[in-house]
């Protein structure tokens, strides 16, 4: 069995301004794509989600040989809202008649990791996987599987959600509606984040993927029992543990991380960073895996303070209908 190695890594998120801000829905500025990238003209007629998704895979790119690329594996909740949107528009003003299918083949959640392989010319493994707040953890699961088996050596793994206007006028509407707020304090938002895994260490390796686990939780397997269980797997014990990094499907509700097994462990919510959508727990991998190389991030202080730098074993936990664990490691 091969280990599994994370040799790169980029995200795009919002400016980190959430202790501050008091908005409902936080968009992402996008930095200007290089048009040796790619055209102005295809850029235009692009979503803004496969603009973030190209701009985060060719960054983790740059540090490896794209021929040694086996495959592209992209996870995705809610797809490419935006063109949803306007196809759905289409259909109620053209009274279902005459309609392009531009709108519709660029909307499919599989835009963003075909539009990858089209640029960099990669005839790979290319699989899209739309399972809600695990759908990361979903594309991460199969690379995993596949490298430790030896089945590929190098796969691109991200993730990527946007919103639109016409989701944040619906969420508008029902929130009036029913007299809900929107949001206590964690704003909604968008982003993306691409990695290169393998089973081959190098000079630019920034950790290991020991383990992880996607569960459905109920009375019997509840986030104590599998967490005590996943670390006994790994023969870890949670003192041993030097940070949990946790979020929610409902973050703005307390999070089963405040069950009484997890008091004594040092651990951040990421989501009061970053905000929420379906696929914000790639800011949570990036996080750990600048933790493990004695970075911090922007304005983002260790929990621990005087800590950094002794980071051995962090831990990824995403709470929702399906729960997941993923152990990262200092190489």
Request: proline share 3%; aromatic share 8%.
């Amino acid at each position: 069995m091969h280990k599994v190695y994370i040799n790169a890594a980029s995200i795009c998120v919002n400016n980190l301004s959430l202790p501050n801000s008091r908005e409902n829905w936080i968009k992402v500025d996008l930095p200007k794509i290089d048009s040796k990238i790619l055209s102005p003209n295809s850029a235009r007629r692009m979503s803004k989600a496969v603009k973030m998704g190209i701009i985060c895979a060719m960054e983790a790119l740059q540090q490896i040989d794209r021929s040694e690329l086996d495959g592209i594996l992209v996870g995705s909740g809610k797809g490419c809202l935006i063109d949803s949107d306007r196809f759905l528009q289409s259909i109620a003003v053209q009274q279902e008649e005459f309609l392009s299918p531009t709108a519709f083949i660029q909307s499919t959640h599989n835009t963003v990791a075909g539009q990858i392989a089209l640029l960099i010319k990669n005839t790979g493994y290319n699989m899209t996987y739309s399972q809600g707040r695990v759908s990361f953890e979903s594309t991460v699961f199969d690379a995993y599987l596949q490298l430790v088996l030896n089945e590929r050596k190098t796969l691109l793994v991200g993730a990527v959600d946007e919103l639109s206007d016409i989701s944040i006028d619906i969420s508008e509407s029902i929130a009036n509606t029913t007299d809900q707020p929107i949001t206590t304090g964690i704003p909604r938002t968008e982003g993306a984040g691409f990695f290169i895994f393998s089973n081959q260490k190098n000079q630019h390796t920034l950790g290991e993927l020991v383990d992880m686990v996607i569960y459905h939780p109920t009375e019997e397997l509840r986030p104590e029992t599998q967490l005590a269980a996943f670390l006994k797997k790994n023969k870890l014990s949670a003192e041993q543990l030097d940070l949990v990094i946790y979020g929610s499907a409902k973050p703005e509700t307390p999070s089963e991380m405040e069950a009484e097994a997890f008091n004594d462990l040092a651990k951040i919510n990421y989501q009061s960073q970053i905000g929420y959508f379906d696929t914000d727990v790639v800011f949570a991998f990036d996080f750990a895996l600048k933790q493990l190389n004695n970075q911090t991030f922007r304005s983002i202080e260790s929990p621990i303070g005087n800590k950094i730098g002794a980071f051995q074993h962090v831990l990824i936990c995403n709470f929702g209908d399906q729960n997941s664990l993923m152990l990262l490691s200092r190489c």
